[in-house]
Every structure is written in C-alpha cells, then in structure tokens.
C-alpha cells in the first residue's frame, strides 16, 4: 500500500508516518531524510544537491524526485510505503505519478492532515531538533528526559530560528498557496482524505488506521 501525508507544518506528519509505518510494516520515507542522506554519503546526487545548497538555493524538484526515484527500487518498499510530506507541489505531484506508473502501479490513499493555525503556532514554537539525529521534541507537549538532550543519540537539541510566531504565519502561507492545487489534484483523482490533527496524536493515528482498514476492505470487495 502506498500512502502520501500531507499537511502544514507543524501537523505532526513525521510523528505519524513513523509510527503508521511501524503499525502497517512499511517504510517510511521523507524526502528530507533522503536529501540529508545523500548529501552525507557524497552520492552523485547528494552533490548535485550540495552544489545549490551551499548556494543557498533550493534543490530543484527534479533532483529530489530523483532520490525519490532511486529510493523506491529498494527491495523494502515492494509491498508500498509511507510517504511524508512530498509531493509539495503541483509538479511533484505529477512527476510521482509518472514515476510510479513507469512501475505499474500508483498511489493508493493521500491523507491530509488538517491543523489550525494557533495550534500550529503553539507546536513550532516549542519544538526542539537534535542536531545528530533530526529527532523531534517539545518544550511542553513532548520534552526530552534530560533538557536539551535527545533521547535516542545523545547529542544536543536546538530550536530553529524560524520556529517563531511570525516566520511560522509566513511558512503557512506559502505552504497554502503551494499546496492548494496539489489538494485539489488528489480529490479529483478520488484519493484525499482529510483529518483534523488537532486531535491527540494517538486519536489521530486511530482515525487513520481506520481510513486504511476500510481501504482494504473496499479493495477486497472489488476483487
């Protein structure tokens, strides 16, 4: 099974598509996991990307779909995949799809998860990254046992420059204008899902799992 999350920042995608791919025995894959791994093992595309990225440009699309690309000839992801954050635009959203039907087969749910603007505030502007691993904290709804050290490696936490109030309203209107027509592409390809993720983690990873379930149940009855 193949499943895109989609959401604004701060929805809490990485956390659910972890534990999703966890519940379902699926990989998980985040294109800016894949950025960051290439980069370190000096692929030929990590220093494609290296080569914007010490411009200060973006990576172009192309690139990252071609991580995408190579990623999925990986033996895990023969039964599907989660896929976390990506596409982001409308032409990622195409060029996945050519892709994936290059490979006969396509994506089987996209689920958006919705989040209100001053829940997403709250969430960015108490969020901790550890600089080794990438792992997520909270100040408040999910702090590390020892302050400002991450649980898994060990290594330091620091909070961005731009989790603040103001630069967080900006990503989230950027993020609407990009993502608007990637939305409205899923529904009319029948395939969006929408969920509040204003809900506890757990309730929303529920629903989800829910969504899934009768996925596969439709599927089974199609057969």
């Known amino acids: 099974m193949k499943i895109i999350l989609l959401?604004?920042?701060?929805?809490?995608k990485g956390t659910q598509a972890k534990v999703l791919a966890e519940k379902l025995s699926l990989p998980h894959i985040s294109t800016g996991d894949l950025l960051r791994q290439n980069v370190a093992a000096d692929t030929g595309l990590g220093k494609d990307a290296r080569s914007f990225m010490d411009k200060g440009a973006l990576v172009p699309d192309e690139l990252v779909t071609r991580m995408l690309s190579e990623r999925i000839t990986h033996p895990d992801v023969k039964k599907g995949f989660i896929l976390d954050g990506y596409p982001r635009n409308i032409s990622q959203a195409k060029g996945l799809d050519d892709m994936l039907k290059s490979r006969n087969t396509g994506i089987d749910m996209v689920i958006y998860l919705d989040t209100s603007v001053p829940l997403v505030i709250q969430r960015l502007s108490g969020r901790l990254?550890?600089?080794?691993?990438?792992?997520?904290?909270?100040?408040?709804?999910?702090?590390?046992?020892?302050?400002?050290?991450?649980?898994?490696?060990?290594?330091?936490?620091?909070?961005?420059?731009?989790?603040?109030?103001?630069?967080?309203?900006?990503?989230?209107?950027?993020?609407?204008?990009?993502?608007?027509?990637?939305?409205?592409?899923?529904e009319a390809k029948q395939k969006l899902h929408r969920l509040s993720a204003d809900e506890d983690a757990g309730i929303v990873l529920g629903q989800i799992l829910e969504l899934v379930k009768r996925h596969n149940t439709n599927d089974s009855l199609k057969v």
Request: aromatic share 8%.
């Open 129 to 186: 990254v550890c600089q080794a691993c990438g792992l997520n904290f909270h100040i408040t709804n999910m702090p590390p046992k020892k302050a400002m050290i991450c649980d898994s490696c060990g290594a330091s936490l620091y909070q961005r420059t731009d989790d603040n109030e103001e630069t967080i309203k900006k990503r989230l209107e950027v993020y609407k204008k990009e993502s608007s027509p990637v939305i409205e592409y899923y």
């Open 7 to 12: 959401g604004p920042p701060g929805a809490g």
